[in-house]
């Protein structure tokens, strides 16, 4: 019986793809390398990848032995899920596996904007005491508002209301909220609070959800953090309510375009820019590394299963 083929195309935690080594024989491609991916493809039963690689139709017509894609992590906006499933390809994911790592982010994002943290630190490393420059304002008291109350939102909201603030949800699909949490449309959600955060998928609805009409509605003073996807946020409206004083700063991990280049929004004073960093933790590596490996070789039993005897 041949050994199953699984391509990673993303950095894995070391041990999970070992785990693979023991079952399968495991390729490893750099997924942004375009040639090198559809070249390895069509011997592949199995594609394990992150967020750097684009598992469009292209790359789904070349695998004709494909049999699942795994994304280790959340969001599935790099994998054409559409094609894969006309073509019979499982795609898995790992949901749960980095909700804790990105909520501890948004929390560390949501201080640094309105600590002015990363400015303040800039100008200490300059060799400069400006004190006075850098006053910022309390969390306490405080109106949070976040927009998707899937995983990450509810962490991210348990960790935020330690802090006293009080927290706003918008999420037409979300049942069940919690106590001292209370459910707004977007609009007043955007209106009253002081820290607006973003924890729902980039899907065609709600890509440019947060444009120039829903940054109009902010208070000048408000900060907008961004940890779900870029796209969601209209980058170019977006920088220009920073520079026009019509909102007070932005935390952004993701970008519409990753590596975002020279984007005009880094430059700017008001903006703490991460380079994707909401998964990047040992232990939620870890998890979505070992979760991927065990739903691969789960798809592939079939493959590796004895053949069944017949009387
Ligand atoms: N920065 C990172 O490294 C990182 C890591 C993990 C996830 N993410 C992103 O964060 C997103 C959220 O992750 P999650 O695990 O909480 O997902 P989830 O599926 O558990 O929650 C998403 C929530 O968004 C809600 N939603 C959908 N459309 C909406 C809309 N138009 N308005 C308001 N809410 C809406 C859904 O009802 C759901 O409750 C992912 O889709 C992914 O893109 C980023
Ligand atoms: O691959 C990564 O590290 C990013 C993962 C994250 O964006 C996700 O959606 O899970």
């Not at 390729?27 to 598992?55: F, N, Q, Y």
């Not at 449309?185 to 002081?194: E, K, Q, R, T, Y």
């Not at 900060?223 to 007070?248: F, K, P, Y």
Request: proline letters at 5%; a negative charge; one cysteine or more.
């Amino acid at each position: 019986m041949p050994t199953p083929i699984v391509i990673v195309s993303d950095a894995l935690p070391g041990d999970a793809v070992a785990a693979l080594e023991a079952v399968c024989d495991v390729r490893r491609v750099d997924g942004r390398d375009r040639e090198a991916l559809l070249a390895a493809l069509p011997a592949a039963d199995a594609l394990i990848v992150r967020s750097g690689t684009r598992v469009d139709a292209e790359v789904l017509e070349h695998a004709t032995r494909l049999r699942v894609v795994a994304r280790a992590g959340v969001g599935l906006d790099n994998v054409d899920t559409a094609t894969a499933r006309a073509l019979g390809v499982t795609v898995v994911n790992t949901p749960d596996a980095n909700s804790v790592s990105v909520a501890e982010l948004t929390v560390g994002l949501v201080v640094a904007s309105v600590r002015r943290l990363t400015r303040a630190a800039r100008s200490v490393g300059a060799g400069e005491w400006r004190r006075a420059d850098f006053a910022g304002s309390e969390l306490s008291g405080r109106v949070l508002g976040i927009v998707g109350f899937g995983r990450v939102g509810r962490q991210v909201a348990r960790r935020l209301a330690a802090f006293d603030m009080r927290v706003l949800v918008h999420d037409p699909y979300a049942d069940t909220l919690g106590d001292d949490v209370h459910a707004t449309g977007l609009d007043d959600l955007l209106a009253v609070s002081d820290v607006v955060t973003l924890h729902l998928p980039r899907t065609p609805a709600t890509a440019g959800l947060i444009g120039a009409r829903e940054l109009a509605i902010m208070k000048p003073t408000a900060h907008l953090v961004n940890t779900a996807r870029g796209g969601i946020v209209d980058e170019d409206a977006l920088h220009r309510a920073l520079t026009t004083g019509a909102l007070a700063g932005a935390a952004l991990d993701v970008f519409a375009t990753e590596p975002p280049g020279a984007s005009p929004l880094l430059a700017l004073e008001n903006v703490v820019a991460v380079p994707h960093l909401g998964a990047s933790t040992a232990e939620a590596q870890s998890r979505a590394g070992h979760e991927a490996v065990r739903r691969v070789l789960a798809e592939l039993a079939p493959l590796s299963a004895p053949a069944p005897t017949t009387v």
